[in-house]
């Protein structure tokens, strides 16, 4: 299965109003130095906001493998739907298999799939859970992710240092006391 945002970005518009945004704030851009910051700021929101397409790979589960998998230490980089500032942090995605198993990168891409988007982390949390639940009928799908988020860190609060985290257990790993515990010392928290 090929998971793809369809949507493209207009740069022309984007470099425009980057440009505009600055001129706006009293940055010129008219010096050598600054002269394509507008587009170079068009770019590199658009490639924060677009996600790269990806196959969902799965194999059949043919070892009847039943216990946890699961990915640590997975980093990720999103933007608060709030400031459009990043916030940035590692997130532990697992499952319990049932007749197939997901091609393990597949975790990762599928964080990076609903963080390329103007987000809060609950629902990064949330949707990255509920996706792989949909997709792959595991028994369980449990997600952490913990992330600092700048707009909290380098203005506003300054919390520096501060950090978020944020879970989501379903299926057994909800119900069942001991599998959520051993998911969330396999997660290392
Ligand atoms: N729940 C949640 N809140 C977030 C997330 N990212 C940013 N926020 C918060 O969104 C809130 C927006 O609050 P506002 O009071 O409207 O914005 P603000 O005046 O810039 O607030 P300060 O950041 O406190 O200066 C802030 O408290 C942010 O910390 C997130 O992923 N989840
Ligand atoms: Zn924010």
């Known amino acids: 299965m090929r998971v793809e945002d369809a949507a493209e970005p207009d740069m022309i518009a984007a ?96 964080v990076e799939h609903f963080a390329c988007r103007p987000q809060t982390q609950e629902r990064l949390t949330k949707q990255t859970a509920d996706w792989l639940q949909d997709r792959l009928g595991a028994r369980a799908v449990g997600v952490v992710i913990r992330a600092e988020h700048s707009c909290m860190t380098l203005r506003g609060a300054q919390a520096t240092g501060s950090s978020t985290v944020t879970s989501t257990l379903l299926g057994h790993l909800r119900t069942d006391p001991r599998s959520r515990q051993e998911f969330l010392s396999l997660a290392g928290f």
């Not at 493998?65 to 999103?78: G, Q, T």
């Not at 942090?89 to 393990?104: Q, S």
């Open 15 to 110: 470099e425009a109003a980057a440009g505009a945004f600055l001129k706006a704030l009293g940055v010129e851009t008219d010096s050598d130095h600054l002269r394509d910051t507008p587009g170079r700021m068009a770019r590199a929101w658009a490639e924060m906001l677009t996600p790269r397409p990806f196959d969902l790979t799965t194999f059949p589960n043919d070892e009847r493998y039943d216990e946890l998998v699961l990915a640590r230490d997975i980093p990720f980089r999103s933007i608060c739907e709030h400031h459009l500032l990043p916030f940035t942090g590692h997130a532990c995605v697992g499952y319990l298999p049932g007749e197939r198993v997901l091609g393990l990168s597949k975790l990762a891409r599928v």
